[in-house]
């Protein structure tokens, strides 16, 4: 009995504190080996990316690829056949596809600069169009000055090292790697709409100017825009935010700016000029820009840089409206201009530039009397950003075709095929491009139907309120922009029934059309429109590609395509938002806010989910964390000095950087 009850005693019980040591150490010893795993693994896989490739044998090239043949109104080298067309049987089968060519790698086709006579002047939209196309529908074909898409909502951040300009970059082949397609790092010059040819210009190895032609059985023209001038001198002290470039030069002046607001030499007058930023233009760009300056002056500068140049500092916010972000909804608007008032970022609305001199800015605004006085502010650093306007490559379009009558843009119809081209050959998208809202000029074929079914002339009929409610139905299909203005057909109807007959006439119907064509606004020449409109291409070819064979074999017109198989582009406006300053705005299908942090987070998350890769987007992750660790990336801006000076050697340097016609080549290695 006595060894029973010895043997079925109780262990004792472990302290609280020693369990709690066990779990800890126990834990601690798995995220160690789960972490050394981890590292293991990596250095085997990196091991592996460092394997060459050493198949040597022979790459069947076609003998045109190497000596194309000439033609064209030019007598200029046709690029029928690319170097890779038979390097692999995937590529052999798209060799005899649809001759799809792009002009642009930017957010309809993402955002990149031209090279050459007009430096950051062209904007060009592709990458959405590129990840919807399904391989092997086309072949395709990429032209573009530059071999990268562009983030461009990020710019703004980039220009103070915020984030790192190669976090905004995607290399634009590794996008076209999933097509099989083909690049050109060259420029748009003309198209030859009757032979069906895209001439294309670079520089060779010896700086010599290079044309050929491109053929193409669909065109997508996606070459953006350039900056406005609104006809004001001395534009070329200011600075622009298109491209890579342009933000390295705004970051190596601000840094050029405050070292030598530092040195002995320097006056006080000279110093507060020097620390004197202003921005021209209060859309989302303008702001945001203003909004960077302004935290990095704020956060960073004492760290680093004597406190009196934190007292000294100034940054200047120039609108020629009556709000900053005036396309917001007003109380946005008011939320920044407040928030910019309490961290002192100078606000001047209904202030129009009359010219920019080397180190000042003349300015006009109305006194009390109503009379326009001159006014002037001092400047070291001058950001300009107050629209856009055509490119001289758009211009030689429109100059080419005599319905091209915008002075601002391409038109295109809802199908975002370019009027006055060939149907169903030439599309445009994105900054380019507009989309022509003629519902009156139309008016004869939407009756046409109606008149036919009847045996009556369209222009002598009069129809009723059932018919009118089948036309307003062709109305929205055609032109989808119009749905919000067709929602009470029968008032619309009563309103313009003035006779009281009970029908609409001709005359009365056009009225009604001519009304909803006054409503009717262009669309706004954003990421988020060129974006969608990508989409929406992308979408179309595919389906196009897919009917294609039975219209053929119906012998139905190629160019005919595009409205029997889809239907017309509808704009979605996902919403507006834009960062001021360590808090952010957002307009989102009606719901308008404005916060602190919390919104800069979820302004992050938004433009996190939206950047083109994994690759981009832990990039960006990386920088932000950066910049609360270590602050903002103020030392790249040597980096990019000693660049700007190899580059300009021979040349001269006054303060800004020289542009050789050519972007650095250290703006394409960061891609890779």
Request: aromatic letters at 10%; glycine letters at 8%.
């Amino acid at each position: 009995m006595l060894r029973q009850s010895s043997s079925s005693s109780p262990r004792p019980k472990r302290s609280a504190i020693v369990r709690f040591a066990y779990r800890a150490i126990t834990l601690t010893g798995f995220f160690v080996l789960t972490a050394g795993a981890l590292v293991v693994l990596f250095f085997v896989y990196d091991a592996t990316t460092y394997g060459q490739d050493k198949d040597e044998t022979d790459v069947p090239v076609s003998e045109m690829a190497l000596s194309p043949r000439r033609g064209g109104p030019k007598n200029l080298p046709i690029v029928d056949c690319h170097l890779d067309d038979d390097e692999h049987p995937h590529m052999l089968k798209q060799k005899d596809k649809p001759k799809l060519v792009i002009l642009g790698s930017g957010w309809g086709v993402g955002s990149i600069s031209n090279v050459g006579e007009n430096q950051a002047d062209l904007v060009l939209q592709s990458v959405a169009l590129l990840k919807t196309l399904n391989p092997e529908d086309y072949n395709v074909t990429v032209v573009s000055p530059v071999n990268y898409f562009l983030f461009t909502p990020m710019l703004p951040s980039a220009t103070v090292g915020t984030v790192e300009l190669r976090s905004l970059v995607e290399p634009i082949r590794r996008i076209m790697a999933r097509l099989n397609g083909h690049f050109f790092k060259a420029s748009a010059e003309s198209i030859e709409f009757s032979e069906k040819l895209v001439e294309i210009s670079h520089v060779d190895a010896n700086c010599q100017k290079r044309n050929f032609y491109l053929p193409y059985d669909k065109l997508v023209i996606g070459v953006g825009s350039t900056t406005n001038s609104h006809g004001v001198d001395g534009l070329e002290h200011c600075y622009f935010l298109k491209s890579i470039d342009d933000a390295r030069k705004i970051q190596h002046k601000v840094m050029q700016n405050l070292e030598q607001s530092c040195l002995p030499t320097t006056t006080d007058e000279e110093r507060r000029r020097l620390l004197s930023f202003v921005v021209c233009g209060g859309g989302p760009t303008g702001v945001e820009v203003a909004a960077e300056l302004y935290d990095m002056l704020n956060e960073d500068l004492a760290k680093y840089f004597p406190r009196i140049l934190r007292n000294e500092v100034s940054v200047h916010l120039l609108q020629s409206r009556g709000h900053i972000l005036n396309t917001y909804d007003e109380t946005l608007s008011k939320y920044a201009e407040d928030r910019f008032s309490r961290e002192q970022v100078g606000i001047l609305t209904n202030s129009r530039v009359k010219e920019v001199q080397a180190d000042k800015i003349l300015f006009t605004q109305k006194d009390e009397h109503g009379e326009t006085v001159t006014k002037e502010i001092p400047m070291g650093f001058c950001l300009w950003s107050t629209g856009v306007s055509q490119t001289d490559f758009c211009k030689r379009i429109s100059e080419k075709i005599d319905v091209q009558t915008n002075k601002h843009a391409l038109e295109t119809d809802t199908h975002l095929r370019l009027i006055g081209a060939p149907l169903g050959d030439v599309y445009a998208i994105g900054d380019c491009s507009t989309v022509q809202n003629n519902v009156a000029d139309h008016l004869v074929s939407f009756l046409r139907a109606l008149a036919w079914e009847k045996g009556r002339d369209p222009e002598t009929m009069d129809i009723s309120y059932g018919e009118w409610r089948a036309v307003a139905q062709r109305v929205k299909k055609r032109f989808p922009q119009a749905s919000d203005h067709l929602r009470r057909l029968d008032r619309l109807f009563e309103a313009y029934d003035k006779d009281k007959s009970g029908t609409l006439d001709f005359f009365e119907l056009g009225e009604l059309l001519q009304q909803i064509d006054n409503k009717l606004t262009s669309l706004p020449a954003t990421a988020q429109r060129a974006h969608q409109q990508g989409l929406y291409l992308g979408r179309k070819f595919n389906r196009v590609a897919q009917a294609a064979p039975g219209f053929r074999l119906n012998e139905v017109d190629y160019g005919d395509l595009d409205e029997a198989v889809y239907d017309a582009f509808d704009y979605k406006h996902l919403g507006s938002l834009a960062y001021v300053g360590n808090a952010a705005v957002f307009d989102f299908n009606g719901m308008k806010f404005g916060g602190g942090l919390l919104a800069v987070y979820l302004w992050r998350g938004v433009y996190f989910a939206q950047s083109v890769s994994l690759r981009t987007r832990i990039l960006l992750a990386m920088d932000w964390s950066k910049r609360a660790l270590f602050g903002r990336g103020e030392s790249t801006s040597t980096i990019r000095e000693a660049s700007e000076r190899r580059e300009t050697s021979g040349g001269h340097f006054a303060g800004r950087a020289i542009s050789t016609g050519e972007p650095s080549m250290l703006t394409f290695m960061e891609t890779y």
